[in-house]
């Protein structure tokens, strides 16, 4: 056998009773017992006899496929250390497939925790969709989604994502499918038939004399430049249908400053309460409604 370089601390103990030599010519020397109680793979491998250098007769050697930039952040998870960070998704990809082939289960949920977490899903839902896909992960595809929700209109071509070559065109027509699906059912919750949101929005209206004020139809008048801007809403929550799509409504903005009529209005107005309070309330309304859309998963 050729020899090796040595790995970095701690896989360069002269005490370990094992070697993992990778495919650029790195040596781990590791212990059985921890590789043993980390993957059922290795714990099979290592029963078998194995191969050992001239230079450490009593220690046996296997050579992997992998290189050690993606073994040594995925032994280190096995070991009393900060758990190491991972930078891109290609490498998350590529540890993910790695710890599923060797069965490092505590590894799995690390690296799938580290897909969804928010450096990746904030700056790129749609790649976290695609990897989480590509690796057969159910749970993480679905927070993607989720996430992809607030991408106005998903499915135009305005941003490029490499991991798009992970999946295939059912797979990514699923997650337009999901995208179009929760923009019908939030744009539903901005309608004055919809008894939630007007219970809703006459609970989060300031305590006020003004609300006694009855229209014909029965409906307190100061609900009424809400009513308007509802289809407005709608319209919004459809090309984007995240629980913060209200915030960013102007419509809804300039509905709320239609209640200065009323000096005691006016002056929760000023401070940003009601509009704050309805903004919560559509949003809260929304999250109900997506959150009951199932994604679509064929693993
Ligand atoms: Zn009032």
Same mark, same amino acid.
């Given at each position: 056998m050729s020899s090796a370089h040595i790995a970095n601390t701690p896989f +360069?103990?002269?005490?370990? +009773?094992f070697i993992l030599r990778t495919s650029d010519g790195v040596d781990f020397r590791v212990f059985r017992a921890v590789l043993s109680l980390a993957s059922p793979v290795f714990k099979d491998m290592l029963s078998l006899p194995q191969p050992t250098l001239p230079s450490t007769p009593e220690t046996p050697v296997v050579t992997i496929s992998e290189n050690s930039a993606v073994l040594e952040p995925l032994l280190l998870f096995f070991y009393p250390a900060v758990p190491p960070t991972i930078e891109s998704l290609e490498d998350v990809r590529i540890m993910l497939l790695t710890a599923t082939k060797y069965d490092f289960e505590a590894a799995i949920q690390e690296v799938s925790t580290q897909l969804v977490s928010p450096r990746f899903l904030e700056t790129n839902p749609i790649g976290v969709y695609c990897v989480a896909c590509h690796c057969g992960l159910e749970a993480e595809a679905k927070a993607a989604a989720l996430q992809a929700l607030n991408i106005p209109s998903l499915g135009r071509p305005v941003v490029e994502v490499d991991e798009l070559a992970l999946i295939n065109i059912p797979t990514y027509h699923r997650l337009l499918r999901y995208h179009f699906k929760c923009g019908e059912v939030a744009a539903g919750v901005s309608n004055k038939d919809n008894w939630s949101l007007v219970g809703m929005a006459v609970c989060r209206l300031p305590f006020c004399d003004c609300a006694d004020v009855i229209d014909d139809e029965g409906v307190p008048s100061r609900l009424l430049p809400i009513f308007d801007v509802l289809p407005n809403i709608a319209d919004e929550l459809r090309r984007r249908p995240s629980p913060a799509t209200a915030a960013q409504s102007v419509h809804l903005k300039d509905a709320v400053e239609k209640l200065r009529g009323c000096n005691t209005c006016s002056r929760e107005i000023e401070n940003g309460t009601t509009l704050r309070e309805l903004v919560d309330g559509i949003g809260s309304l929304v999250r109900d409604e997506v959150e009951k859309v199932p994604l679509e998963f064929k693993d």
């Open positions: +360069d103990d002269p005490g370990a +009773d």
